[in-house]
């Protein structure tokens, strides 16, 4: 019975989060949220230069945490990038299973529309914009393995 109490305690507690972090998502000055036609078109497209996307979940609480820092390395990013965007998993699986993302969040480079690099490591924002700033490591990648989707 008390098993039964703290789980409907935290499916409940999931479900009030899930909900309210759903009607917070909204693009911001530094960090715009694409649906899947935006995605492709601004993102998946020749020339369209380097973008920097966090795939989540709003049911995830790691993703809700980080909102403020991918906030900050959008602004920390934006003289130096084409776009850092969110992409929401829950609305658009496929993409999101089309470019291997297993857990939320997931941090890929997008360069040309080619998908160059991902980050799923322990993170904060001084990190991810010190791993994408470094340009060296960025050429690199790409050199070794440009991949486009479904190909894990």
Same mark, same amino acid.
């Given at each position: 019975?008390?098993?039964?109490?703290? +789980?409907?305690?935290?499916?409940?507690?999931? #479900?009030?989060?899930?909900?309210?972090?759903?009607?917070?998502? @909204?693009?911001?000055?530094?960090?715009?949220? +694409?649906?899947?036609?935006?995605?492709?078109?601004?993102?998946l497209?020749?020339?369209?230069?380097?973008?920097?996307?966090?795939?989540?979940?709003?049911?995830? %609480?790691?993703?809700?945490?980080?909102? %403020?820092?991918?906030?900050?390395?959008?602004? +920390? +990013?934006?003289? @130096?990038?084409?776009?850092?965007?969110?992409?929401?998993?829950?609305?658009?699986?496929?993409?999101?299973?089309?470019?291997? #993302?297993?857990?939320?969040?997931?941090?890929?480079?997008?360069?040309?529309?080619?998908?160059?690099?991902?980050?799923?490591?322990?993170?904060?924002?001084?990190v991810?914009?010190?791993? #994408?700033?470094?340009?060296?490591?960025?050429? @690199?990648?790409?050199k070794?393995?440009?991949?486009?989707?479904?190909?894990?």
């Open positions: 019975m008390f098993a039964f109490i703290i +789980l409907l305690c935290l499916l409940t507690t999931g #479900i009030q989060a899930s909900s309210s972090s759903s009607e917070s998502e @909204e693009n911001s000055q530094y960090v715009k949220i +694409l649906n899947t036609v935006d995605f492709e078109q601004q993102v497209v020749p020339n369209s230069g380097i973008s920097f996307v966090m795939f989540y979940a709003t049911f995830c %609480p790691t993703c809700r945490m980080f909102k %403020p820092y991918w906030e900050n390395v959008g602004k +920390l +990013l934006k003289d @130096e990038l084409q776009r850092v965007v969110k992409f929401n998993c829950e609305k658009d699986y496929d993409t999101c299973y089309d470019f291997c #993302i297993k857990q939320f969040p997931t941090f890929v480079v997008f360069n040309n529309g080619k998908m160059i690099s991902s980050f799923e490591d322990d993170f904060d924002d001084e991810l914009v010190d791993w #994408i700033t470094s340009k060296d490591y960025l050429l @690199e990648e790409y070794k393995s440009p991949r486009s989707r479904g190909k894990c």
